[in-house]
């Protein structure tokens, strides 16, 4: 079976990674919906919040584990679709983690942070809802997108499955590629 690839959707909480991963794995076949919150889930004991200080070196060991895996899915031959809170600042090891031969890329849905808040007052399946973090992790993002901008789409105003036509646009243009290393 030939490669497959890999595509990252990644934002702030509440953003919307979910549901257009969910669309976008629809899509394609064989396809994997690899979604990196359940890597947090795996830890047993000792789990730190992710947003926290303290929580840097689990975090890298979790985005190690859910990078390394997009790409052994990839080179499996399965189209992947990574549905993670991975800022711009995990791009370089993104890349080199999922391996050589494997294509990556890369969207950013960066909605208004009025939008993330109100996502996240009505989650109710979610077991993230923190108002606070999510305002700190969104200003982690806007704080790194230099470079990115080509990156980022805000989904406001379109339906899940527009921005679904807008994604698969944008990677047909060859926007959202990251370079190999």
Sequence with gaps: ???GDVLVVSGPPAAGKTT???LLTQRRSPSVH?????????????LVDPWLPAAHEQNVVVVEAACTSAGIFARGGYQVILDACLGPWFVPDLVSLV?????VDYLLLIPPLTSVLSQLAGRTHHGFTSQDAARHMYQEFMSTLQGFE??????????????VEAVERSRHEGRL???SP
Excluded: E
């Design 1 to 3: 079976m030939a490669a």
């Design 20 to 22: 257009v991963a969910t």
């Design 34 to 46: 690899l979604p990196a919150d359940d890597f947090w889930g795996f830890i047993t004991r000792g």
């Design 99 to 103: 391996g050589s031969g494997v294509a």
């Design 150 to 163: 080509r990156h980022v789409m805000d989904p406001t105003g379109l339906t899940p499955d527009g921005l």
């Design 177 to 179: 590629r990251l370079p």
